[in-house]
């Protein structure tokens, strides 16, 4: 009894966790909502598991990293990554929360992690089928009890009035005037709700609170499939690794050799736009890099080495693979640069340079890893990409792109205004900055009016969408004398 009892209050914390869901995410522009609820899901989620978790260290950085990625929504407005992490944020925390709340013995690098993840969802999914199947069958053994279940028919008689009472509330309120303002005095109601939108949004309430319900079931139930089991996967025999290996240096050096003259120069080379140069080079050139990647990790974890000598080549080869993707690395670096002076700055351009250091990073461990094999080399790749992925929410990135690019017209006189224009609030910034340094740019003026009027038009002051950097923006555009 005292069981059912605390499950029913449980039920009742998901059901809150359902509205703050809905009044966060479904109130105009994601902004300091985000946070606030991420710090209430974590309460809950701490509290049920009375703060009992596996995998603290690695739990811990994971969990630092979520609180940036939601403080971007407060601090910064980019966007790209609004749209981003509304996928990227809520992936990331069924992860860690699937990670902190698993055995202690569980390997968390291997591709049996992601099966138990995905298979955490689908049982989800499950119970929550399963949940109601078992609500329904209970209400519809209430019924034939007669007496004895009145008080669960009654309650189902309030559970399907409510809707119901919804529809006509609002229809009686647009029939009679004097019955819209009575009811907007005594219970607030808010009339500029359609009924559409009032189902969706209960809709939503109902459907978040028995996820999350189902979920923390979920993870509270230890499954009894083997996480750790490993994998049937045949080794790759050294003599054909090192033929590979051999075979792709072979090129790579030759590709070196015949293009050493331009291929670290910053002009032109005859024959070629900056287009056709620099962009085509530096994607052409990553991807070979990538490629070298891939080959250097499945060769470091499945080839099978017998004797020294066999060893130490492997470990030349593979040593010399690593430098000579560096030099591509740079070289791709030299001809993206090229291109954005040229065509100055971008979230995709500034994005690649961001993405080759990281590839930086990657093959400077997996140089050290070559020679040291005791090394751990997947914890340390999806370690780096989680840190790099939040390092990239806590940079603000179109601060930098705008600086750039106004830096750049002072020394050129050309600037993209309209790709500014489709940046967030530093974009906004940017271009107040250069009305304010030259207001006779053309079709400048006509874009920050259009600006203006759609920032009066728009009129969001709900305190869910509350962020730092587009306040300011607004700030300074309705003080701007156009």
Known sequence: MRNKKKEWIFLFVCLLLGILAEVSFLHGEIGVAYIIF????????????????????????????????????LLYDSTLFYYLNIVAIPAVVFFHIVLITSPG???????????????????????????????????????KRGNNGIIQQVM?????????????????MSADEAFRQFVQ????????????????RIAFILIATLFFFCVFKVLEKKTKREI????????????????????????YLLFIAVQFQYFFHDGLHEGFTYAGYARRGFFELSCVTLINWIVLLGFLRRVKVEGLRTKRLLQILNSLLIVTSGILLLSSWNRLTLYEEVYGFTMDRLLAHSFMVFLILIFAYTL?????????????????????????????????????????YETTGKIDIHYLNLLGAEGTKGLIALYEQEPDYPELKLLLIDKKERLID????SWQSFNFARKKAEKLLMELEL
């Open 38 to 73: 991420i710090a209430a899901f974590y309460t809950v989620l701490f509290i049920r598991f009375r703060f009992s978790f596996e995998h603290r260290r690695i739990g811990l950085l994971m969990m630092l990293g979520i609180w940036v990625l939601a403080a971007s929504y």
């Open 105 to 143: 013995s569980l390997n968390w690098s291997k591709l049996s992690f992601v099966k138990l993840v995905t298979s955490k969802l689908l049982d989800s999914l499950k119970f929550l089928t399963d949940y109601l199947s078992y609500i329904i069958k209970k209400i519809m053994r209430s019924r």
């Open 156 to 172: 189902l008689g309030i559970v399907l009035a409510v809707p119901l009472l919804f529809v006509i509330i609002q229809l009686l």
């Open 185 to 200: 005095r005594m219970f607030y109601f808010p009339t500029e709700r359609n009924i559409v939108e009032i189902g969706f």
């Open 228 to 251: 750790n089991q490993s994998v049937s996967v045949r080794d790759f025999p050294a003599p054909m690794a090192a033929t590979v290996l051999i075979l792709l240096n072979a090129v």
């Open 368 to 408: 050290i890893r070559v020679w040291l094999e005791n090394l751990p080399i997947l914890h340390f790749y999806l370690i780096s990409a989680f840190l790099f992925y939040t390092l990239l929410n806590a940079v603000n990135l179109e601060e930098i792109i705008v600086e750039n690019n106004l830096e750049r």
């Open 458 to 461: 728009m009129n969001d002051d």
